[in-house]
Every structure is written in C-alpha cells, then in structure tokens.
Nanobody
C-alpha cells in the first residue's frame, strides 16, 4: 500500500545544490519518521538524516550537518532533502524511507524507493 519515489538527483559541481524529493502515498498513521540514506558503490547503505513528526525531532550525521536540511511530507508537499554546498564525497545513490522508529539504522525501515543518483564533481 505504501509507495515511495525519490527524485531530484543529478550531476552538479562542488558547492552546488540539489533538492531531493520523496513522494509518498499510503503512509500509515504510525509511520511518522522519514529517513534519508545514501549508498556509494561497494559500500553499505548509511543513514544521513531523519525527521520525526511525533514528537518533532530532526537528526543529521556530522558529515551533512549544516549543509543538508530535511523536511517531512504534508498535504501539499512531499518530503524533501535540501542539499547545499555539495562535495564529491556526497556522490551516492540516495534513498528515502519511512518507519515508526527514529533511527539512522536501515534495518528499522521497511519501505524504500528505488533511489536517485547524486554525482558531485570537482
């Protein structure tokens, strides 16, 4: 019933910006957490940010703190990940997910989109 689609990825130069969207439908009432993850080739999928709507809480990993901004979905907008001052090490496939637990650990999330590629060149 729940479906997620990531979009907004692309290729940018160092210092550029992208806004990723996570379009969702059929969210259960208890799926009040939206998480963003990324995975580089040959590496594990790592959580970089989540937003908890009940209660309201936001968390970022140190590597994106101050550069990325997460927002949850509402009746008008999808969930967003605004990415500013991008660096080559941000290059990865980005995924959004939802779940009932505020965590950056992928195993707590069961619903995933297919990902969107972000490439940052120097």
């Amino acid at each position: 019933q729940v479906q997620l689609v990531e979009s907004g990825g692309g290729s940018v130069q160092t210092g550029g910006s992208l806004r990723l969207s996570c379009t969702a439908s059929g969210f259960p009432m208890d799926s009040h957490v939206v998480g963003w993850f990324r995975q580089a080739p040959g590496q594990e999928r790592d959580g970089i940010a989540f937003i908890n709507s009940r209660p309201h809480d936001i968390h970022y990993t140190d590597v994106v703190q101050g550069r990325f901004t997460i927002s949850s979905y509402n009746n008008k907008n999808p969930a967003y990940l605004q990415m500013n001052r991008l660096k080559p090490e941000d290059t990865a496939v980005y995924y959004c997910s939802t779940g009932p637990v505020a965590s950056l650990i992928p195993k707590f999330y069961a619903i995933w989109g297919t990902g969107t590629q972000v490439t940052v060149s120097s």
